[in-house]
């Protein structure tokens, strides 16, 4: 079975830096595009980057470009996303998800908070 | 404010059909395809339709979508009570090199 699973959600003060991941199994990871995908709490969905399968090329939304790298390592089966300067509207769940976001994580929580 | 338009509730009873639309742009719907997600209350979103009127295996054919122009809906045949959730259409958008996602349209089951 498809599984994704998302860690390395937590609390940060403003400015602070965070790296999600987000560990696959059940396909093989390295022939699909993968992306990461937001919700603030009550809200809708926004995407916020993917990946090609070979890592060589990735795409992000404007509200994040410059601040978030996404990442991925196909021997580890892994998907990252690395955040920076943190502000208080990146506080939300963070979803990752497989290409045409046919299976996605539980979410892992990220607050953003002085 | 996002970049596609859905209604943000549509309702009918139980049996009944209820169909939800996804308005965007020639940049987005209009030379690209739709998906559709359903997210129940505290769960991640689940994949409805993709390329505008495919179903994943396993899924009801009580689910249909369709596409025309810089449209595409979403319809719901035979409503059940377990219908109830969030539902959202997304296509890739070459303006802005990405993907975008309607608002989410509620739907409760009166």
């Known amino acids: 079975d498809v599984q994704l699973v998302e860690s390395g959600g937590g609390s940060v003060q403003p400015g602070g830096s965070l790296r999600l991941s987000c560990e696959a199994s059940g396909f093989i990871f390295g022939a699909y595009w993968m992306h990461w995908v937001r919700q603030i709490p009550g809200k809708g969905l926004e995407w916020v980057s993917r990946i090609d399968g070979d890592g060589t090329t990735t795409n992000y939304a404007d509200s994040v470009r410059g601040r978030v790298t996404i990442s991925r390592d196909n021997v580890k089966d892994t998907l990252y996303l690395e955040m920076n300067s943190l502000r208080d509207e990146d506080t939300a769940v963070y979803y990752c998800?497989?290409?045409?976001?046919?299976?996605w994580g539980q979410g892992a929580v990220v607050t953003v908070a002085s | 404010q996002s970049v596609l338009t859905q209604p943000p509730s549509a309702s009918e009873t139980p049996g009944q059909r209820v169909t939800i639309s996804c308005s965007g742009t020639?940049?987005?719907?209009?030379?690209?395809?739709v998906n559709w997600y359903q997210q129940l209350p505290g769960m991640a979103p689940r994949l409805l339709i993709y390329d505008n009127n495919q179903r994943p295996s396993g899924l009801p054919d009580r689910f249909s979508g369709s596409k025309s122009g810089t449209s595409a809906s979403l319809a719901i045949s035979g409503l059940q009570s377990e219908d109830e959730a969030d539902y959202y259409c997304a296509s890739w958008d070459d303006s802005v090199n990405g993907w975008v996602f309607g608002g989410g349209t509620k739907v409760t089951v009166l």
């Open positions: 998800a497989r290409s045409r976001f046919d299976f």
């Open positions: 020639s940049s987005n719907i209009g030379n690209n395809t």
